[in-house]
């Protein structure tokens, strides 16, 4: 259970702007240098309601537009909130929300717009569970309560605020017109930068002499990532919403140093923060595998010194998985052809190497969920062949989904179901996927759109399953994805932005590729004095691993003609896999996806070189979780021996020891 760092948190969102708009602003921008200024975060999707929703659900709830929608049936953190032993409180705080409007009922109670207050940026307003209760309604209030809660410390643990619609950034003081025709960007970040400063003038925020509690979190967010209408007219673009949706976000308090922070979050790592924080729990939904702001904790992710592996030589192929408190490491020997070998770690000595089978060519692949592992490799006869470790069964032979000869293959246990996906090449040079879920294989395998150049590996971040590898001829990294979860699945209605070929789907793949890259901000010839969206792909060359940890999946890789090993991280929470193929193509925009909430809004981090570790890019290479820890294991160029680097998150105290 994670000790609570903060005794109060408020969350304050405004709307729909790109970071490096709001980064213009010289307030914003100082304001940023006064905490911890998230530098890769992002949206959930568009457009600004279901940023809102998923915020406090952990899930879209199927909400894809600005309209009202149906009582929701799901739990939010409010519930986690009232259902806690601590009795701990929470308040919604609407500017320009008017108690009065529409008096709370005990049959039918629906609330409406007070304009320049909107439902649509009230997420309380749309969850059955707070309109059939008179006593959370009654703790959705206005500004007038902030300030009398604050001034008669009332202020509760959890607390949200909304400015109205003048004051969020969304339209000019005073109308509801936001058509600026190319100035609409510096004019309504101007405008709502003005009105955080007044706000936290009146609280004496941040500093010394602040009105808030001590030891207070202020979130300072954005729902969305918004456009320059002059630049997306130029371009000719399909959407409005036409690139990466990363937002500002900043951390205040009087206990933060000033930093910035360079993983990927978006509004599900927001909430499962809150979470930990108060020791909740979660909602079993995106914020269950989401990678919470663990550096408010001090704790990073901390790489030890490189180890060998005893007693292994001549390493062809190599696969690590762990299951229960063993790490299993399986290989196969250039002076051993058709053997393949097992040795284990127990958290302290490796065992002595085992011989398993004599049938194992190449394309070892292993993957462990819970209490089972599934190995696979391509037979001797060129198929592929599985077998499954349990913790109560041992091995068991699983049936292949074809006898058919194939020339690649990955696998991988997904972490809620603990369904397989097999992804393979067949002989014809075809990508093909199947899953195994309740002791069968799909009846038809999906094809995929990918032609990998060389290898490819999976690996999974909660329900979002990325298929990763080298696009086409060249050396650039890309991914498909694939969404397991019910949750994620949306109906999307016609729209003005969207329609039916903007649906989320289950089970299937992405039905197009992603570049895989860091998403970052830089002037562009149409715009030279505002930055815009950029993206710098990452560029591979050999064997490919990646791993899950704690809400982070790493990749490894090396670079085009080098052997300095680089580590990629994604973790974006929530990721939808469109039915359609994504395209920014306006004459195709009936029959493709917008992108929203897909991976094509969702930025890689910057890539890291793991210190002294270096390999031939064509050499074994793999990584997996062993409880709390990351392993890295490669042959290393110097003396071809095994190297295992392993990481784990630890406070900055237990490093410094």
Not at 15 to 30: C, I, L, S
Request: aromatic fraction near 12%; hydrophobic fraction near 35%.
């Amino acid at each position: 259970m994670t000790t609570r760092r903060f005794d109060h948190i408020i969350v304050i969102m405004f709307e729909n702007q790109y970071r490096g708009y709001v980064m213009n602003n010289p307030y914003m921008r100082n304001l940023a240098a006064q905490g911890i200024e998230l530098t890769n975060s992002f949206g959930v999707m568009h457009p600004s309601q279901t940023n809102y929703i998923a915020s406090l659900a952990g899930e879209l709830c199927n909400v894809t537009d600005d309209e009202v929608p149906p009582r929701l049936p799901q739990r939010t953190l409010v519930d986690l909130i009232e259902d806690s032993a601590q009795n701990l409180d929470w308040r919604a705080y609407m500017e320009s929300y008017v108690a009065g409007w529409t008096p709370w009922k005990a049959n039918n109670f629906t609330p409406i717009d007070s304009y320049p207050y909107v439902l649509k940026h009230d997420p309380f307003s749309s969850f059955a569970r707070i309109l059939d209760s008179e006593a959370r309604w009654q703790k959705i209030g206005n500004e007038a309560q902030f300030y009398q809660d604050l001034l008669n410390d009332h202020l509760p643990e959890f607390a949200w605020f909304t400015p109205n619609m003048w004051h969020d950034g969304h339209y000019l003081l005073g109308t509801k017109d936001n058509d600026l025709k190319g100035e609409r960007a510096p004019v309504l970040v101007d405008q709502q930068a003005d009105w955080l400063k007044s706000f936290f003038a009146s609280i004496n925020f941040p500093g010394p002499e602040s009105k808030l509690p001590d030891n207070t979190l202020v979130v300072v967010t954005y729902d969305e990532a918004d456009f320059e209408s002059d630049y997306d007219t130029s371009q000719k673009y399909k959407y409005y919403y036409d690139g990466p949706n990363q937002i500002y976000t900043v951390l205040l308090g009087d206990t933060l140093t000033p930093s910035q922070q360079h993983e990927g979050y978006n509004h599900y790592s927001l909430l499962r923060t809150i979470e930990e924080n108060f020791s909740l729990g979660t909602l079993g939904k995106n914020d269950r595998h989401a990678n919470y702001f663990r550096f408010l904790w001090d704790e990073s992710l901390h790489w030890q010194r490189a180890q060998s592996v005893p007693h292994l030589e001549q390493i062809c192929d190599l696969q690590a998985a762990s299951l229960g408190t063993q790490l299993y490491l399986f290989y196969t020997r250039h002076d051993q052809p058709g053997q393949l070998h097992c040795t284990s770690f127990d958290g302290h000595s490796w065992s002595a190497p085992l011989q398993l089978q004599t049938d194992c060519k190449d394309q070892l692949q292993l993957s462990a969920q819970g209490n089972t592992l599934v190995l696979g490799y391509r037979d001797m006869d060129l198929r592929v062949t599985l077998h499954t470790l349990t913790t109560n069964q041992g091995w068991q032979t699983l049936p292949a989904p074809s006898n058919e000869s194939i020339s690649a293959l990955a696998l991988q246990v997904l972490p809620e179901s603990h369904d397989l996906l097999l992804v393979y090449r067949d002989q014809q040079d075809c990508m093909q996927a199947q899953r195994y879920a309740q002791q069968k294989w799909q009846p038809k395998p999906q094809p995929l759109v990918c032609k990998p150049t060389g290898p490819f590996t999976l690996a999974s971040l909660g329900s979002n399953t990325l298929l990763i590898y080298r696009e086409g001829n060249g050396q650039a990294l890309a991914c498909l994805s694939y969404n397991s979860a019910e949750f994620n699945v949306t109906d999307v209605s016609n729209s003005t932005y969207a329609g039916p070929q903007d649906n989320a789907v289950s089970h299937q793949w992405s039905t197009n590729g992603f570049g895989i890259g860091h998403f970052s901000q830089a002037p562009s010839k149409l715009t030279p004095d505002e930055p815009e969206p950029q993206e710098h792909s990452y560029q591979s060359e050999g064997n490919l691993a990646a791993a899950t940890l704690d809400g982070v999946l790493h990749l490894f890789h090396n670079a085009p003609n080098s052997q300095q090993l680089l580590s990629a991280c994604f973790s974006i929470p929530g990721v939808l896999t469109s039915q359609q193929a994504v395209s920014y193509d306006p004459a195709k925009a009936d029959t493709t996806s917008n992108g929203y909430g897909t991976m094509a809004e969702a930025g890689w981090s910057e890539q890291q070189m793991l210190n002294n570790a270096h390999r031939d890019s064509g050499t074994s290479l793999c990584a997996t979780r062993y409880q709390d820890q990351l392993w890295c294991f490669y042959l290393s160029s110097h003396d071809q021996q095994l190297r295992a680097h392993v990481a784990a998150y630890l406070s900055t105290d237990y490093r410094a020891t």
